[in-house]
């Protein structure tokens, strides 16, 4: 009974990584390194944002090749722990940066808004910075929360396929928590996103007007809408995966 587990589980990593919906994703995610490098190298204005926008380039590159690795192997039937093990290490390295990025803009929004707490400016609908502080707070709480279950998860994931590809039984099978999971992070992402576009500048705009040396700059139309759509895509990219992960559970557990 265990052989004929492995034997399902090794038809179905072989099957979803040669699909068309494992294509799809490598190149939405090529789509998507575009739009991002020219979002990032675009609006850099310090030498650690083009560090960062650089450093960013090089794994989104790196992922893209991890994962058309385990696509072209898949296509040859030869599929090995390489593309895998190589995936499970740039997303590793993606995750720290995302990390960084999530902390390093978390502080810099709440230090601005914990000093207009101070002097409350009641905005649209009674309310004030007050509320919009605990909102951002519990918004970042909540995406750090998020990073550290759907990193585990998808770490997991990976990890099921090196043990099926070593004909091993997968000692943490991919479950349908973790697809939930996954469709949550993209749309908690697409959430911030847009909170940081179109929520954040009318009130900065508000709170940067009540002072005497107003020189608060709003998001660019351009850039709003370049960002609006690396999410629309990046929310896509997850929804393929996820299909993709539900596909193999379901093959998996097929009777």
Sequence with gaps: MDEQNK???LNALQSLSSSPMMLMICILTGVLTILTAIEDFTNATSPWAITIGIIRLTLNVLLITSLLI???NGKKLSLSTIGFQFFKVVFLLLFILALISLISNGLVLAIINFCSLFSPIPLGGGQSTYLFFVALLFSYTASFVVEIFYFTSIKNCINSGIHTLRGESSKAPISRATIFLIIAKALLSMISIFLLIYVFPPIATAIAES???YNYT???LIRKVL???A???NVFISFVGAYLL???HKMVNAK
């Design 70 to 72: 385990i696509y072209f």
């Design 211 to 213: 002072r005497e040396n």
């Design 246 to 248: 539900d596909r193999y």
């Design 227 to 229: 960002l609006t759509i």
């Design 231 to 233: 999410e629309i895509l």
């Design 218 to 220: 709003d998001i660019s």
């Design 7 to 9: 034997l399902k589980e």
